[in-house]
C-alpha cells in the first residue's frame, strides 16, 4: 500500500465469502516500510512461504510458522540502495535462495540469502546522474527487473524515463555492461514480463499505453497494440503459456491472449513487413517421430536440443530372425538344397503339411527317385526288405531305376528270365478256388475263348492237350502250340512260346492274358506298365484320385520323363476334381510347374489370412518366399513370373522394415 503496509488475504474466504465487508479474508495487516509506499511484491517460487516486499527498502516476509504475524528480516547487509525508495524485487528462478531489488537511483542488488548478504550490485547509466536522483525533470524513476527464466545468471532491466527509455539484459558473468538491448522504445517502460513457457519471449508496457511483445532473440516486436489505460502491472500466465495479464492504474486487470492478437482480433501496430514468422515454444512439437525406410524410426524431443535420435525398430523380430537363419543357411548349403531341405522339414516337423512339402523338396534336390518315391511313403528300401523275408531269397543286385525304352522281342530277354518273370506274375492268383465258379467262368467266355482257370498236371505230352501242343510245336505251329497252352491254362508256356512267335503273336497273347485275367490290379495296373502307357492309367481318373499317391509313384517310376507330365495331369484333377490343394502342389512339384505351385502356394496364404487362422501375415510371407527360392533353384527355373516378382518384393519390404536391407538385396 501507499502508507508502506502489506496485508495478507485467504483467497479461498474472498471467494467463498463474497460480502462487503471488506475484513472477511485479510489475515494481517502491518506496517513494515515505515509509511513508504509498497511498490513491489513477490512470493519465491521454490519457498512458497517467502515473500520479498521492496518499499522503504527490502523485507522478506516468513509466513511459515505464523501467517498472521510473520517474521520479518532484511536479505542482508550492507543496504546498497543507499535509503534510495525499492521500485521492484524479482526472485531467482533457478536458485532459489538469490533474490534481486532495483531502486529508483538505478541500482540493482543481487542477494545471498543463504549468507545473508548482498553479492553483487551494478548501475545503469552510472556517469549521467541526470537521469537518477539528481533530475531537473519531474518524471518518475521507476526502474523494473526480471530474471531470465532458464538462464540462472541473466536479468533484464527497464526504467519508465520517457527521456532516455531502455530495456537492456545483463549476465552477472560479464556485468561491466549489458550484453543486449532491445531497439525502437520510444516511452518509458511501466513493466516487463518473462515468459516462464518460452524465455525468446517478453512483453513490456509502456508510458504511451502500448503493449509490446518481444522476441528477445532478433531483439524487436512481434506485435504491438494500445489500451485505453496506462498499465503498471503485466504477468504471464504461468499455466496457460500463451495467456498474459495486464493490470492499469486504477486496478482494473485485462486478459489477453498471443493467439487472439495474431488473429487480428487486436489490431497490431507492427509493420506486416517488419513481423517475424518465428512461432513461441509453446506452439512447438514438444516430441515427434517418424518411420524411414527400414524400420528406421526418427525422434526428437524439445528436452534435446539440436539432436534426433534414430533408432532400428523391428516391426517383428520372429521375422527377422527367421530370414537370418534362412539366410545364413542358404550360404552354407549353396551347392546342394538337399541338406537345408532336411533342415526346413525337420524345423516344420510340427505342421504335417509343410513337413511333406519339404521332405518332397529334399527328393526333388537329390535328383532320385528312390527319396521321392519315399516321399510318398515308398520306402524302397523297406519294400526290398520285406521282400526277402517273405521269400527267403537274397535279392543282392542293386535296386536300379527301370529302363523304359522300347521293348526288343529278339534280345532283350531270354527265355530263363521271361520264364521267370511270367511266374511271378501268376503268383498273385488264387489257386484253390471252387470248381462251379470255374465252369461259370468257361461258360461265360465262350468255347474259341475258353479260359481255364485250373492249370494242367499232366506230365504225359503225348496225349491229351499237352499232345496237340508238342505236335504243334513238332511242325512249327506256334499259333496253335499257343492255343493249347491256353486252352489248359498253361499261360506261362503260351507267353514264352509265344515270345518265339514274334511280335504279332506276342501282342496277341499278352492282351489275350490281361484280358481274361480276374484280377482288377493286373488288368489295369500292371496292364499299363508291361505295355509302357503309364499316360492311359490317368484316364481312370476316379482310381487316380483315390489311389493318387499310388498312381504318381507308377508315373515317377515307370515314365521316361519321371512323371512330369502324369504328375502334372493328376495335380489338375487333384485341384478342379478334388479340390484338394495339398495334394496338388505336391504333384505339381513332382511335375516341376513352377508357376501351378506358386499360385497355390500363394492362394493357400490368402485363404489363412482371410480366414483368420491364427497365421502371421509376416511369418507366412517368410515361409511362401523359403519354399518359392528353393523350388526355383532345385528346378533351375528362370522364367519371369509376375506373381513371383510381387512376392519378392513384398519380403524385401518386409527384410527391410526389420532392419536386413543388405538381406533384402
Same mark, same amino acid.
Not at 199 to 208: C, E, K, Q
Not at 446 to 457: A, D, H, L, P, T
Given at each position: ?10 483467497? !479461498? ?10 475484513? &472477511? ?22 519457498k ?14 516468513? &509466513?511459515e510458522?505464523?501467517?498472521? !504475524?510473520p517474521?520479518? /528480516? ?8 543507499k ?35 548482498? +553479492? /553483487? ?10 537521469? /537518477? ?8 524513476? =521507476? ?18 524515463l ?23 522504445? =520510444? ?27 518481444? !522476441?528477445?532473440?532478433i ?17 504471464? %500466465? ?17 486478459i489477453?491472449?498471443?493467439? #487472439? &492478437? ?15 514468422? $518465428?512461432p513461441p515454444?509453446?506452439?512447438? *512439437? ?37 530370414? =537370418? ?23 516344420? %516337423? ?13 527328393? $526333388? ?20 526288405? #520285406? ?28 527265355e ?22 470255374k ?33 504243334? $510245336?513238332?511242325i ?52 499299363? +506298365? ?16 483315390i489311389?493318387? *499317391?499310388?498312381?504318381?509313384?507308377y ?25 484338394d ?29 482371410? *480366414?483368420?487362422?491364427? *497365421?502371421?501375415?509376416?511369418m ?10 528353393? /523350388? ?34
Amino acid at each position: 500500500m501507499v502508507d508502506g503496509s502489506i496485508s495478507l488475504w485467504d483467497a !479461498n474466504q474472498l471467494i467463498n465469502n463474497p460480502s462487503p465487508d471488506s475484513v &472477511i479474508g485479510c489475515l494481517n495487516i502491518k506496517n513494515i516500510h515505515e509509511n513508504k509506499p509498497v511498490s513491489s511484491l513477490e512470493f519465491n517460487p521454490f519457498k512458497t512461504n517467502l515473500l520479498a516486499s521492496g518499499g522503504a527498502e527490502v523485507f522478506i516476509h516468513n &509466513i511459515e510458522k505464523n501467517v498472521k !504475524n510473520p517474521d520479518v /528480516f532484511r536479505p542482508g547487509i550492507p543496504n546498497h540502495h543507499k535509503e534510495s525508495p525499492i521500485s521492484c524485487v524479482s526472485w531467482n528462478k533457478k536458485i532459489m535462495h538469490i533474490l534481486a531489488s532495483a531502486s529508483e537511483n538505478g541500482v540493482t542488488v543481487v542477494w545471498d540469502l543463504k549468507s545473508n548478504k548482498p +553479492i /553483487f550490485d551494478f548501475k545503469d547509466f552510472s556517469n549521467d546522474s541526470q537521469y /537518477f536522483g539528481e533530475s531537473s525533470f519531474e518524471e518518475t524513476k =521507476k526502474v523494473k527487473i526480471a530474471w531470465h527464466p532458464e538462464n540462472a545468471t541473466q536479468l533484464i532491466v527497464v526504467c519508465d524515463l520517457d527521456s532516455f527509455p531502455f530495456v537492456n539484459i545483463w549476465d552477472l558473468r560479464s556485468a561491466s555492461a549489458p550484453i543486449s538491448s532491445l531497439s525502437g522504445i =520510444k516511452s518509458g517502460l511501466t513493466d516487463i514480463s518473462w515468459s516462464l513457457i518460452d524465455p525468446s519471449m517478453l512483453i513490456t508496457s509502456g508510458n504511451d499505453h502500448q503493449i509490446n511483445l518481444w !522476441n528477445v532473440k532478433i531483439g524487436e516486436p512481434v506485435c504491438s497494440f494500445s489500451t485505453r489505460e496506462k498499465m503498471r502491472s503485466l504477468n504471464w %500466465s504461468p499455466v496457460l503459456p500463451s495467456v498474459f495479464t495486464a493490470t492499469d492504474h486504477h486496478g482494473k486487470t485485462s486478459i489477453y491472449s498471443y493467439q #487472439d &492478437i495474431q488473429s487480428k482480433e487486436i489490431v497490431s501496430t507492427v509493420p506486416k513487413n517488419k513481423t517475424h514468422n $518465428l512461432p513461441p515454444r509453446w506452439l512447438f *512439437r514438444r516430441a515427434g517421430c517418424c518411420f524411414g525406410f527400414g524400420g528406421k524410426l526418427v525422434s526428437f524431443s524439445l528436452g534435446k536440443k539440436n539432436k534426433i535420435d534414430l533408432v532400428q525398430v523391428p516391426l517383428d523380430p520372429d521375422v527377422g530372425k527367421e530370414a =537370418k537363419t534362412f539366410d545364413t543357411k542358404l550360404e552354407n548349403e549353396s551347392s546342394s538344397m538337399e541338406p537345408l531341405c532336411e533342415s526346413m522339414a525337420h524345423k516344420y %516337423s510340427q505342421n504335417i503339411v509343410d513337413k511333406m512339402e519339404w521332405e518332397f523338396l529334399k527328393g $526333388l534336390a537329390s535328383e532320385k527317385n528312390a527319396n521321392v518315391l519315399k516321399s510318398l511313403g515308398f520306402d524302397t528300401k523297406r519294400i526290398v526288405q #520285406d521282400t526277402e523275408k517273405i521269400t527267403g531269397v537274397k535279392i543282392g543286385k542293386k535296386i536300379e531305376e527301370p529302363d523304359m525304352s522300347a521293348p526288343d522281342f529278339g534280345e532283350a530277354m531270354n527265355e530263363e528270365s521271361a520264364e521267370q518273370f511270367f511266374t511271378d506274375l501268376g503268383k498273385g492268383k488264387k489257386e484253390k478256388e471252387s470248381e462251379s465258379r470255374k465252369q461259370s467262368n468257361m461258360s461265360e467266355m465262350g468255347g474259341n475263348q475258353g479260359y481255364i482257370e485250373k492249370i494242367s498236371r499232366n506230365t504225359n505230352w503225348n496225349e491229351g492237350v499237352e499232345g496237340i501242343i508238342k505236335q504243334n $510245336l513238332l511242325i512249327g505251329n506256334l499259333e496253335g502250340a499257343v492255343e493249347g497252352c491256353i486252352k489248359c491254362g498253361r499261360t506261362a508256356e503260351a507267353l514264352l512260346i509265344s515270345l518265339s512267335g514274334g511280335k504279332d503273336l506276342f501282342e496277341s497273347t499278352k492282351s489275350r492274358f490281361f484280358d481274361k485275367n480276374p484280377d482288377p490290379f493286373v488288368q489295369n495296373t500292371m496292364r499299363y +506298365i508291361i505295355d509302357n502307357k503309364i499316360q492311359d492309367m490317368m484316364s481312370d481318373n476316379r482310381q487316380s484320385l483315390i489311389d493318387w *499317391r499310388e498312381t504318381l509313384a507308377y508315373c515317377i517310376t515307370y515314365s521316361q520323363d519321371n512323371g512330369k507330365a502324369q504328375a502334372n495331369s493328376l495335380g489338375n484333377l487333384m485341384a478342379e476334381k478334388r479340390k484338394d490343394i495339398d495334394s496338388a502342389i505336391i504333384c505339381y512339384l513332382i511335375a516341376h510347374n513352377f508357376d501351378k505351385t506358386m499360385e497355390l502356394w500363394y492362394f493357400r496364404m490368402k485363404h489363412f489370412l482371410t *480366414r483368420h487362422l491364427g *497365421r502371421n501375415l509376416s511369418m507366412l510371407l517368410q515361409q511362401f518366399f523359403e519354399k518359392i527360392l528353393v /523350388f526355383k533353384t532345385i528346378i533351375k527355373n528362370y522364367d519371369p513370373n509376375e506373381l513371383m516378382d510381387k512376392i519378392f518384393a513384398d519380403y524385401g519390404l518386409l527384410l527391410a522394415s526389420n532392419g536386413l536391407g543388405e538381406v533384402a538385396l
